[in-house]
């Protein structure tokens, strides 16, 4: 009997199908008044639907903020189940962004609160923080490779405090974030056509020659748009790995909003836009 089918491969077929973009989820309070939208689970539930009505159909990745939803309690927490659910129905993989990282059975239970097919809040993968050690991360990994899901683990991140820890020096000369890239490419190693052990990495850290990012599995990449960087920087930044790069666009299609044509027409823009650079390399 075989297991379910991989993360991994069904993001390669999603991207090569829809075209490489993640868009992000991210109900903040300014954002919902840009939109006329009442800051409370009223205003939370509309612009999430929105947003899953407009693209869930026709990009590869959804990326919820979970906290945007937790901040409203129970009542936002069931928002963001309705979200999950109906953008996966709808066809879009849901990488959940919880940045999840603790030890042991604390660890497991965060895993089974994303991770477990019986649970409300089931995503196609899960943002998870390897800062108490890369091991720790274990019961996800068991998890992610037993349901058939993915992880994506803060490798080298665009905010500027990130680098105090990840460009740090271990004693055997790497730096932190390429050790995690390390452990990564052991963990989707002999995977094909895409593992499903992925790395946060910002797209508006400019060369990354230095690191190696081509660790089999994907690169989930914010800072497209809004904060700056543009698909045409793609290939300078990722250079052979940018084939495995999901951009994660989040104002950049949010601001034209609550237009559902406008989120759409915004999406599938910058979806051909990232498509075009990485068929140029």
């Known amino acids: 009997m075989t297991g379910p089918e991989p993360f991994g491969a069904r993001l390669r077929r999603a991207m090569d199908e829809r075209g490489p973009l993640c868009v992000g989820i991210d109900p ?7 939109w006329g939208l009442s800051d409370d689970v009223t205003g939370l539930e509309r612009f999430s639907r ?38 996966r129905e709808a066809g879009a993989l849901v990488v959940m962004d919880a940045k999840r990282g603790d030890i042991g059975s604390t660890m497991a239970a965060y895993a089974e609160s994303f ?33 058939g899901t993915g992880l994506f683990v803060l490798a080298l991140t665009s905010n500027p405090e990130g680098g105090e820890v990840q460009h740090a020096i271990r004693a055997d000369g790497r730096t932190v974030g390429a050790t995690v890239l390390g452990h990564l490419a052991v963990e989707n190693a002999g995977e094909e056509p895409l593992g499903s052990f992925g790395a946060v990495v910002g797209a508006t850290l400019g060369d990354l020659s230095s690191y190696d990012l081509d660790m089999g599995g994907p690169i989930l990449a914010p800072g497209i748009g809004a904060q700056g960087a543009t ?40 979806a051909e836009e990232v498509r075009a650079a990485v068929a140029s390399v």
């Open 28 to 34: 903040h309070a300014s954002l919902l008044a840009e």
């Open 50 to 87: 929105t947003v899953v009505e407009a693209v869930a159909d026709r990009v590869a990745v959804l990326k919820p903020q979970s906290a945007f939803f937790e901040r409203f309690g129970s009542r936002g927490v069931a928002v963001l189940e309705t979200t999950v659910r109906e953008a």
């Open 115 to 147: 991770l477990h097919r019986d649970a409300p809040l089931f995503s196609d993968a899960l943002t998870v923080s390897p800062y108490l050690g890369y091991g720790s991360l274990s019961p996800a990994v068991a998890l992610a490779r037993e349901t």
């Open 231 to 270: 698909a045409a920087d793609l290939p300078a930044v990722f250079g052979g790995a940018v084939r495995n790069v999901v951009p994660n666009v989040s104002r950049g299609v949010l601001r034209h909003g609550p237009d559902a044509v406008a989120l759409r027409d915004a999406a599938e823009r910058f």
